[in-house]
């Protein structure tokens, strides 16, 4: 049997299955991110909910892992050489999961690195300003009387929804074929429209190719274990 009781986490979080990936997380944007590359991929793993709220992510042990107390992270008993691999940082652990199975990523290098580049651009601005824009909308700042600050995301993010519907246009996919770069976009479209309910707010229904590729997304049967 795999052996991973070198690792804190464990102790906190036991590892019922070792022998397979170890996900720490929660339903959010990114946690679903890892969890839907997961079932895209058919590699088997085990569920370890991270509860937020409880401040689980600041404990010894989940730092362990994560030093920068975010979720998800990974622990991969057969990582590189066969030596189990924590690992953070969802751009990070999708490209890793993409290069160990050699699935969901472009083989050829130029459409590869482009797969790679709408990933960062998840990373470095949906993210981030669709948080945001959840932030003012549905969570602490909702009750704001001055709307300046919520307004600056809401015109992010349309302008990013903007970028992302022209990329779309006579495309199945933002690389044309299904790949990590939509796992790590459509998440956080779904969870401005459902979860924050903003949809209205930044004038979802204007981004036809965005509406398009999100509802292929969410009838996808791996996308929706992955949301579970």
Same mark, same amino acid.
């Given at each position: 049997?795999?052996?991973?009781? /070198?690792?804190?986490?464990?102790?906190? %979080?036991? +590892?019922?299955?070792?022998?397979?990936?170890?996900?720490?997380?929660?339903?959010?944007?990114?946690?679903?991110?890892?969890?839907?590359?997961?079932?895209?991929?058919?590699?088997?793993?085990?569920?370890?909910? !991270?509860?937020?709220?409880?401040?689980?992510?600041?404990?010894?042990?989940?730092?362990?892992? #994560?030093? #920068? #107390?975010?979720?998800? /992270?990974?622990?991969?008993?057969?990582?590189?050489?066969?030596?189990?691999?924590?690992?953070?940082?969802? @751009? +990070?652990?999708?490209?890793?999961?993409?290069?160990?199975?050699?699935?969901?990523?472009?083989?050829?290098? !130029?459409?590869?690195?482009?797969?790679?580049?709408?990933?960062? %651009?998840?990373?470095? @601005?949906?993210?981030?300003?669709?948080?945001?824009?959840?932030?003012?909308?549905?969570?602490?700042?909702?009750?704001?009387?001055?709307? &300046?600050?919520?307004?600056?995301?809401?015109?992010?993010?349309?302008?990013?929804?903007?970028?992302?519907?022209?990329?779309?246009?006579?495309?199945? %996919?933002?690389?044309? $074929?299904?790949?990590?770069?939509?796992? /790590?976009?459509?998440? %956080?479209?779904?969870?401005?429209? $459902?979860?924050?309910?903003?949809?209205?707010? !930044?004038?979802?229904?204007?981004?036809? #190719? !965005?509406?398009?590729?999100?509802?292929?997304?969410?009838?996808?049967? +791996?996308?929706? &274990?992955?949301?579970?």
């Amino acid at each position: 049997m795999t052996d991973l009781s /070198a690792f804190p986490v464990t102790r906190r %979080w036991p +590892a019922q299955h070792p022998e397979r990936i170890q996900l720490y997380s929660l339903g959010t944007p990114n946690g679903q991110k890892v969890s839907i590359a997961l079932e895209e991929l058919g590699l088997p793993y085990e569920f370890h909910r !991270v509860d937020i709220s409880a401040d689980d992510q600041f404990t010894p042990e989940f730092l362990s892992i #994560n030093p #920068n #107390n975010k979720i998800p /992270a990974i622990l991969d008993p057969a990582g590189p050489g066969g030596e189990p691999m924590p690992l953070w940082e969802t @751009g +990070a652990i999708l490209i890793y999961l993409a290069e160990k199975t050699g699935q969901l990523l472009p083989q050829h290098p !130029v459409q590869r690195y482009q797969a790679i580049q709408w990933l960062m %651009w998840q990373m470095g @601005g949906v993210g981030p300003m669709f948080g945001q824009v959840g932030f003012f909308t549905r969570y602490g700042g909702k009750d704001f009387e001055d709307k &300046r600050p919520r307004d600056r995301y809401v015109n992010e993010a349309r302008r990013l929804l903007g970028v992302l519907d022209r990329r779309l246009e006579g495309r199945d %996919w933002v690389m044309g $074929d299904y790949s990590m770069a939509d796992i /790590a976009i459509f998440p %956080w479209v779904r969870c401005m429209r $459902d979860v924050y309910q903003a949809g209205e707010l !930044v004038g979802i229904d204007e981004f036809g #190719n !965005v509406l398009r590729v999100l509802e292929a997304f969410l009838a996808r049967p +791996a996308v929706q &274990r992955g949301l579970a």
